[in-house]
């Protein structure tokens, strides 16, 4: 079933040089964003690998698993900046009933009672993930914090908060 993929990493590793990276990331930045196969971070941003640190989540909210990989990136590999990455033409902006019934509806099943981080009201809910990483108390105070949505139309960046 993964054959393809293995056999990718094997022509992929025959050719590896980047185990001279260190884990801090070079640029010190850290982007939260969606799993959206349309979003490419590394390209739009024009980073290398080891430049950044890359967090994906479905929506790119800021759940409890995302703060607890903030706050080791800014305080152990020396991120001091985090973006926060919403987009266009999300799946998951929706409301939570709407997004439970649709994965209920696939499954055959009732709607599933799981907090799926529906974006309900785009700006809010970014503004509010922002807030929570500005907002937790072990992201020291000097970390730089951004809003941004990306336009899965257009490939532009715009700052929101």
């Given at each position: 079933?993964?054959?393809?993929?293995?056999?990718?990493?094997?022509?992929?590793?025959?050719?590896?040089?980047?185990?001279?990276?260190?884990?801090?990331?070079?640029?010190?930045?850290?982007?939260?964003?969606?799993?959206?196969?349309?979003?490419?971070?590394?390209?739009?941003?024009?980073?290398?690998?080891?430049?950044?640190?890359?967090?994906?989540?479905?929506?790119?909210?800021?759940?409890?698993?995302?703060?607890?990989?903030?706050?080791?990136?800014?305080?152990?590999?020396?991120?001091?900046?985090?973006?926060?990455?919403?987009?266009?033409?999300?799946?998951?902006?929706?409301?939570?009933?709407?997004?439970?019934?649709?994965?209920?509806?696939?499954?055959?099943?009732?709607?599933?009672?799981?907090?799926?981080?529906?974006?309900g009201d785009p700006d809010a809910?970014?503004?509010?993930?922002?807030?929570?990483?500005?907002?937790?108390p072990l992201v020291r105070d000097?970390?730089?914090?951004?809003?941004?949505?990306?336009?899965?139309?257009?490939?532009?960046?715009?700052?929101?908060?």
């Open positions: 079933m993964f054959e393809d993929l293995l056999a990718a990493n094997e022509r992929y590793a025959a050719t590896f040089d980047l185990g001279h990276l260190t884990a801090p990331a070079r640029k010190r930045f850290a982007l939260v964003t969606c799993i959206d196969s349309r979003i490419e971070p590394m390209a739009m941003l024009a980073l290398e690998v080891g430049d950044a640190k890359v967090l994906r989540n479905a929506g790119g909210r800021v759940n409890d698993d995302v703060l607890r990989s903030l706050i080791l990136a800014t305080n152990l590999l020396d991120v001091d900046r985090v973006a926060v990455m919403h987009h266009t033409d999300c799946a998951g902006a929706s409301s939570q009933e709407a997004l439970a019934a649709r994965v209920g509806e696939r499954l055959g099943t009732a709607p599933p009672d799981r907090d799926f981080q529906a974006i809910d970014l503004r509010a993930d922002v807030e929570a990483v500005r907002s937790c000097e970390v730089t914090v951004a809003g941004w949505r990306y336009d899965v139309a257009t490939g532009r960046i715009s700052e929101v908060c």
